[in-house]
């Protein structure tokens, strides 16, 4: 008798609601394709309205949100930048492509989030930017990060990659620091395979954002009938997406109450149905920290140490489940540990060799959540 197949439970697994096909047929129908058509215009009207951001710019990629940050600040050889080591490398390619020096933060005891109490220790004269990151949607410590702003004169950047509909003290993430930068890469609530989009809650950044976003040109203002023509004004690259991007994107943001109502309600499964394990003593649940709402972007264990990681990784493979840990401290990366100053940062160091995430998203049905949490807990009462 042959072995029933069972199906697999993937850990992302990017849910479609058709009217990406509908928005998709009307671009093309539209015959407009290349960037910055309705759909776009449609995308970055949604976002500015619902959330109260800035300017918006869609974006072939977070990182080319993130680039095109670097561009404005006008980051240059010998500059610092602050941010976390516990993120993902575009967050700091984006500034070493210009030259900067990372000083990187250590991650909270409690929360792979950046320290805040360890960035004014790090602020120098060269100093041109704190870049924050809202690690699985949950906020950092906005007010003094913010404050410390303030006070040395230096721009806050949110890489609210995984940030998209959270929020802090009933303020939308993205909203708060003076550039922003998100993702809708497949594995985000919202996705559009490939995209991202930066917001520019400061004014002085906003003309020449477009100019950057535009090639290096003054295209958007000729098109608005600012200027009789347009030419070459300043460096820029080809950062703006296709209108068929765009397209699917609002195709998913028509959806967006369902999507977080869903994913909400997996994590909370999750959270509630382990919460005995960690009563026990066995692993840590995902914190949520003060002010801070959480939109369920991903769903984490904290592991005793990385061999046990190991050993439940495997195990929930050996019953079809996928699920996976994440970042690897930058700051001990091959690339960049010659480079950094040397200072231990233990808490981030800890999240790379303990941290798991779980599958989480709309394909998910009950018995799939059921049955994750029956094998986590078979693993840990063996």
């Not at 000083?103 to 960035?119: A, L």
């Not at 801070?292 to 990784?313: G, T, V």
Request: hydrophobic share 40%; aromatic share 12%.
């Amino acid at each position: 008798m042959e072995a029933l197949e069972i199906d697999p439970i993937r850990f992302n697994n990017p849910y479609f609601f058709g009217d990406e096909l509908t928005n998709l047929q009307d671009a093309i129908n539209l015959g407009r394709l290349s960037g910055n058509g309705k759909y776009t215009k449609k995308c970055h009207e949604f976002f500015q309205s619902k959330y109260g951001f800035g300017k918006c710019l869609l974006t072939t990629s977070c990182t080319d949100a993130l680039e095109m940050i670097a561009l404005l600040l006008r980051i240059e050889v010998g500059d610092e930048v602050i941010m976390p080591s516990y993120t993902f490398v575009s967050t700091a390619n984006a500034f070493v492509l210009r030259g900067a020096k990372i000083k990187f933060v250590d991650s909270r005891p409690d929360h792979p989030n950046m320290n805040e109490s360890d960035i004014r220790g790090l602020i120098s004269n060269r100093t041109k930017a704190i870049v924050v990151v809202h690690y699985g949607g949950v906020a950092c410590d906005m007010d003094s990060i913010m404050s410390i702003s303030a006070e040395f004169g230096i721009p806050v950047v949110e890489d609210a990659a995984q940030a998209i509909d959270s929020y802090y003290q009933g303020k939308p993430l993205g909203s708060i620091g003076h550039l922003s930068a998100f993702s809708f890469h497949e594995t985000k609530n919202v996705v559009s395979g490939e995209g991202g989009m930066l917001v520019i809650n400061d004014d002085q950044y906003s003309e020449r954002a477009e100019i950057l976003w535009e090639k290096g040109t003054d295209r958007s203002a000729f098109f608005r009938g600012e200027i009789d023509k347009y030419g070459w004004v300043d460096i820029g690259s080809s950062f703006l997406p296709s209108d068929l991007i765009a397209a699917f994107l609002w195709g998913q943001l028509q959806n967006l109450e369902l999507i977080q109502s869903r994913r909400r309600y997996v994590w909370d499964y999750y959270y509630y149905a382990l919460l005995p394990l960690e009563k026990q003593g066995a692993i840590k649940l995902p914190k949520l920290l003060d002010g801070s709402y959480n939109n369920a972007h991903l769903f984490y264990i904290l592991c005793r140490d990385e061999d046990e990681r190991s050993s439940l990784i495997n195990h929930l493979k050996e019953h079809s489940i996928g699920a996976v840990f994440h970042y690897l401290s930058l700051h001990s990366s091959d690339y960049y540990a010659p480079k950094h100053d040397g200072r231990e940062l233990p808490n981030c160091d800890l999240y790379s060799v303990t941290l798991l995430r779980l599958p989480l998203h709309l394909h998910l049905k009950d018995t799939d959540l059921q049955k994750v949490v029956d094998v986590i807990q078979r693993f840990y009462s063996s």
